[in-house]
């Protein structure tokens, strides 16, 4: 079982480093740390007195492990939901904020939980996803993984400029949809086929 370090640092891998790509709305990103998080926490790295583009250039990565373990997973409450589910969720509030949460609650609802979708793990959210990971948690991340592929797919539906995210240039599967991939079983990974039927309709 990976501990929470071992996660971290596999999303700051799967970040890489500073990019600063202008169809982002992130802004300038390093280690998948974002510059409105670094001004957000008060990040002054270079002493100016202005969290920019410089700080986050500054950025180390053991800081931006640090950054992820207690403002993704501890202060969010990821720590409280079953092991099996922990990476995707982490990775994808790393990705997507409160939306990550939004996913799991709008996915507890369509399984006839009754939970607010808010953004935010609280006792209602706890209660249904602990039930609902009784007795496979296995089959609760699959389904976790599918919903956030999709949520991926729908950003790309809506926003052209988001779909090089999604789709490579050679017409393959992007980083976002092979992130969430990632954390699904084999027999849920949309094969070649699959993934060009659904991006079809983008032009």
Known sequence: MQTVREIAEAIVDREGGFVNDPDDPGGATNFGV????????????????????????ALSRDQAVDIFIKHYFERPRIAEMPVELQPSLFDMYVNAGANAVKILQRLLRDMGYQVTVDGAIG??????????????????????????????????????????????RAGGKGGWIKRAEEFISACYHMSDSEFSERVSAWA
């Open 34 to 57: 974002t510059i409105h998080t670094m001004r957000r926490l008060g990040l002054d790295l270079t002493g100016d007195g202005i969290v920019g583009v410089q700080d986050v250039r």
């Open 123 to 168: 006792p209602q959210t706890l209660a249904a996803v602990l039930h609902a990971a009784s007795p496979d948690a296995i089959v609760l991340r699959d389904a976790y993984g599918v919903a956030r592929r999709n949520y991926y797919f729908r950003l790309a539906d809506a926003r052209v400029a988001s779909r090089k995210y999604a789709r490579t």
